[in-house]
């Protein structure tokens, strides 16, 4: 049954924080992945506070049976004895399917709440999971004497997932965003790919077979296009996500040595609205930071488009171009966004700020 919309933002334990009203937008272009069972990988966590915007202990699915609990240990170790300044702290936790999901959440919440910014949940099929899992949380934050909630992010592994999106994105205060899972859902949908995210050669449209003489040549050469195998989902999983004022995010490219078509990827989700994306290699955290930031050229351009429409009606021309109050709505995203990078990026600020130096 439906809570009352007077109840919604209601602790659902006594003790627990009050849930937020909205999400906060820090910045997450790179959400990058560290085993924290791995002494060697480990043991590099504390140098990469402030090299990218969230780290992310996985407990999940990279983990082999044996190492569950030592990694969870792990987690908690470099919790407890790093400061993690700027870097959000984030964890993918086992899924609630499994036999080590329940002692995920009840661990790290009593022992390292405080620390975490966001709970990531695997493979969640609909508002179900997001319920359980908002119940348990609120239960440990009180048990821990947490002051603030923290958040969920959910993963699109499953076909029923993808079905149920709103519902998912709606289910609880606490939903930060969600990850597209490429490689479980195209199993679950039998999707005939092996690659971990990407396009694939196979999917893709031909160009028409020429004309000559009035005749049609279908055996002349013709250019191919490769498509993209997850517009759709991507696609879909913006719309839910701003519907409900919470974040989509790519999830992983796996091809690591493949710079170009990462990328690629990673681009095709920033215009269409995703802030992030997974980083499996310090490669990619670089080009996710370049990617899901905007260019010096655009933030430059926006500014130019808000200062000549004023009080946002009209519309005026620039360079050519008409900009209208759709213009001035777009632009305002941009230099949003800038402004949230500039803050905790000084490069970018460098960047940025020398705009409007130019522009005076």
């Known amino acids: 049954m439906t809570r009352p919309a007077k109840d919604f933002f209601a602790p659902l334990a006594v003790g627990a924080p009050s849930p937020l009203r909205d999400i906060p937008a820090r910045p997450s272009r790179a959400i990058h992945f560290f085993d924290p069972g791995n002494e060697k990988m480990a043991a590099k ?101 947490l002051t603030r909630p923290i958040l969920v992010h959910a993963i699109l592994e499953t076909a029923r997932g993808v079905a149920n999106i709103e519902e998912i994105c709606g289910a609880s205060p606490r939903m930060q965003g969600l990850s597209l899972g490429p490689a479980d859902l195209a199993a679950d949908r039998r999707m005939k790919t092996t690659r971990v995210g990407g396009g694939h050669p196979g999917y893709l449209v031909r160009q028409d077979p020429p004309r000559v003489d009035g005749e049609t040549k279908y055996d002349a050469e013709r250019t191919i296009y490769q498509q993209d195998l997850w517009h759709y989902t991507i696609a879909r999983m913006v719309d839910a996500c701003a519907m409900h004022g919470i974040y989509p995010y790519y999830g992983p490219f796996g091809d690591i040595l493949d710079v170009q078509a990462c990328e690629d990827q990673f681009r095709n989700a920033f215009l269409l609205g995703c802030v992030g994306a997974w980083s499996l290699h310090p490669a990619q955290i670089k080009i996710a930071h370049r990617v899901f930031s905007p260019s010096v050229e655009d933030v430059a351009h926006a500014r ?57």
């Not at 700027?86 to 609630?96: F, G, I, K, M, Y």
């Not at 009209?314 to 777009?330: H, L, N, P, R, T």
């Open 304 to 360: 130019r488009v808000i200062a000549a429409m004023g009080d946002g009606t009209g519309a005026v021309m620039i360079d050519g171009k008409m900009e209208d109050d759709a213009s001035v709505k777009q632009c305002q995203v941009m230099v949003r966004l800038a402004e949230e990078l500039a803050a905790i990026d000084p490069e970018l600020k460098q960047q940025y700020d020398a705009i409007e130096l130019t522009e005076a």
């Open 45 to 145: 966590v504390p140098g990469m506070v402030g090299t990218v915007d969230v780290l992310l202990g996985n407990l999940e699915d990279a983990v082999k049976q044996e190492f569950k609990e030592k990694s969870r240990q792990g987690l908690v170790d470099i919790a407890k004895s790093t400061d993690f300044g700027p870097t959000q702290l984030w964890t993918r936790v086992n899924s609630l399917d499994s036999p080590w999901g329940l002692d995920d959440l009840i661990t790290l919440v009593t022992e390292i709440g405080d620390k975490l910014d966001v709970i990531m949940v695997p493979k969640v099929q609909g508002a179900a999971d997001i319920h359980y899992v908002d119940r348990l949380l609120a239960q440990l934050e009180a048990k821990a004497g």
